[in-house]
Nanobody, 119 residues
Framework: QVQLVESGGGLVQPGGSLRLSCEKTGSIFTIYTMGWYRQAPGKQRELVATMASTGTRNYADSVKGRFTISRDNAKNTVYLQMNSLKPEDTAVYYC?????????????WGQGTQVTVSS
């Protein structure tokens, strides 16, 4: 089992910055992707940014150049630095961990953290 605990959400003005953190505990996998998705009211959950165990990063076009995903392997934590925030970034942000075992895939989600961008 894997547990994901997010922190760092909140209210910020347009143009401001926030940093989200997601700490993973539990089972260890060699091959995985860890990252962030978000869901705004009335919309589907969408990918924001992910980082594979290889270090490869993937970003949604809407956040490229503004958001940066990173990780601290010693702390089993992934971060999302969000700069130049816009009102359309308002959503619940979910941490996700996808792990690839020898015979199946595993998909874990955090509880979500609210990010509100408003003046």
């Amino acid at each position: 089992q894997v547990q994901l605990v997010e922190s760092g959400g909140g209210l910020v003005q347009p143009g401001g910055s926030l940093r989200l953190s997601c700490e993973k505990t539990g089972s260890i996998f060699t091959i995985y992707t860890m990252g962030w998705y978000r869901q705004a009211p009335g919309k589907q959950r969408e990918l924001v940014a992910t980082m594979a165990s290889t270090g490869t990063r993937n970003y949604a076009d809407s956040v490229k150049g503004r958001f940066t995903i990173s990780r601290d392997n010693a702390k089993n934590t992934v971060y999302l630095q969000m700069n130049s925030l816009k009102p359309e970034d308002t959503a619940v942000y979910y941490c996700n961990y996808k792990a690839y075992g020898s015979i199946r895939e595993y998909d874990y989600w955090g509880q979500g953290t609210q990010v509100t961008v408003s003046s």
